[in-house]
């Protein structure tokens, strides 16, 4: 037998050679799932070779290294945490507070005469990036392995985090392609938005307090000294500079450096731009100010770095701060204002919502007056009283909230806040249910906030659309007595109209016109205007498609409502208990009688429609079809149009300007279409 028959056999790996490969797969899908939001296999696959990982390295102790996928859980409960003096400095930035554009030219201004540059030099570059709000980290990694991850401390000595660190999933254990004796990478740990919200809601549903913002809960998530802690904050990392270095060339321009960590794995913020001169630098502060809302994280500013390491070393450093660099701040998220009063708001469904009313205090960009305490327990949580100095936040689009209270500037004689217990609008009795944390006012349409509420909602632009009814006319015509019920709505004349206080002829006439249009409506949009409990815009469109006529609906039980798709229990339960109601019904009815009317269609129960159990998401601006219109025509056919793609996504329709969705897509191997291919699949 020759060697080269033996070479052919399957060869079995060695226990160390299938821990390597295992490394490499999990440090490969871990880089998918966390980093690029992109994963390539079920979550079920990644389990099962995470698992044999484990298994091998009970039975086989010395292939246990510390870049194992599996020390990312695990660590032991500390004392505390042990001292790192950090090899270079980690520094802090200048910021300069002047939230206006003149802030980037002060800076340019500055950097060009320490320079020695004249104005016939060309513009200098500069790396313009998002000053995360969360706290500054060093990783080390030796020879490619995540070794320390220590806070920045004082600058000089900050304290060992690694155990927690490791429970970052965005944080590669192994850089990819980098073996360099010695490289320390600096980025700011922080938690995003929606995982803040998400975290809070579940302290809520606890009854347990809630976490002021991202920024505190990441670093004291980061500090924590149990480690199986720290694994249940969902904390992110953007890497955004270097420490200490030994055998890496660092490539010459900031910009540059950020692409090579971001080939090695660590997550580097797609919002990043080289910027020239200060008119750069002002572009790229304002189309930042225009989407911070919309980012899924705080920012408090941009940064701007020179972009050249060498123009860098030229600037050299203050006593703590570099020249090269400076923050720009926005208007701040938080704010410290006082309750003048705290008011109960009544909801479309009679829910009863204490508000703080403010002293007007300009946070996160606009001016605001009303703060959300969500309801009782939340309000008694955080002890709330009139006459308060509280601290307010305001970030993204998320509404005002009072997160806090300062008890030392409490004023002697403050009354506990307590919810009261009848209906401050219509008198009826509010009641608070078992198990639930909400009080709800019992008077239903009697009640003139709830009757607001709801023909707000029925007049909306996604449901009948009665353009021009905005809440000072239905406060007028509820106030009045003029309108009791929606009906009421379509019956009112151009002579009633007309003489309401501050209503021009023509305002009156256009909104008879605006009242006669909404007459032709589509049964969805009649549907989700009822205001039913549950029943949001998609499950209206479901049993539209489901039922084909209204008086389907109106007769459904709750076993027929359930066979509807995404109809469950509580859902089935509203709808039956809103239509068995006779002043509903009667609602419903002399709508009819009014006028309002759409065409009605066969029952199609969706397990026929050609789309059905399909997700898509639409991307860019598509020739012809609006984003609405290809929604329509795409939820007709029995599909579901979601927001962001995932592997759950069967297709991506794409347009113009197509932006990271479509990016995405084609990552995840995820089919493309164009308007013309969304058209060909509709017609089957
Ligand atoms: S660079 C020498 N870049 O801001 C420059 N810092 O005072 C060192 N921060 O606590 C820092 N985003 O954690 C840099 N894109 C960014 C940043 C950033 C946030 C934080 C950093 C530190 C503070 C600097």
Partial sequence: MTPDLFDAAPAVPSPAERVRELHRLLHHHAHRYYVLDAPEIPDAEYDRLFRELQALEATHPELLTPDSPTQRVGGKVLDGLMPVRHAVPMLSIETETDTTAAGAQSFDARVRKALGLTDADPPVAYAAELKFDGLAINLRYEQGVLVQAATRGDGETGEDVTQNVRTIGQIPLRLNGCEAPVLEVRGEVYMRRDDFEALNAKQREKGEKTFINPRNTAAGAIRQLDPALVAQRPLSFYAYGLGEVQGWVVPATHAQMLDALQAMGLPVCEERAVAQGAAGLTAFHEAVRAKRDALPFDIDGVVYKVNALALQQQLGFKTREPRWAVAHKYPAQEMLTTVQAIEIQVGRTGKLTPVAKLAPVFVGGVTVTNATLHNEDEARRKDVRVGDTVIVRRAGDVIPEVVAVLPEKRQPGAEIFTMPHSCPVCGSAAVREEGEADYRCTGGLFCSAQRKQAMLHFAGRRAVDIEGLGDKLVDQLVDSGVVKTLPDLYRLGLTALASLERMADKSAQNIVDALEKSKQTTLPRFLYGLGIRHVGEATAKALARHFGKLDAILDATEDQLLQVPDVGPIVAQSIHT????????????????????????????????????????????????????????????????????????????????????????????????????LRGLLQG
């Fill in 578 to 677: 809103f239509f068995q109601q006779e002043h509903n019904r009667e609602v419903v009815e002399q709508l009819r009688a009014c006028g309002l009317h759409w065409e009605e269609g066969e029952p199609s129960p969706s397990a026929q429609l050609p789309l059905a159990g399909k997700t898509f998401v639409l991307t860019g601006t598509l020739p012809t079809l609006s984003r609405d219109e290809a929604k329509d025509m795409l939820e007709a056919a029995g599909a579901k149009v979601a927001g962001s793609v995932s592997k759950k996504t069967d297709y991506v329709v794409a347009g113009e300007e197509a932006g990271s969705k479509l990016d995405k897509a084609r990552e995840l191997g995820i089919s493309v279409l164009d308007e013309a291919g």
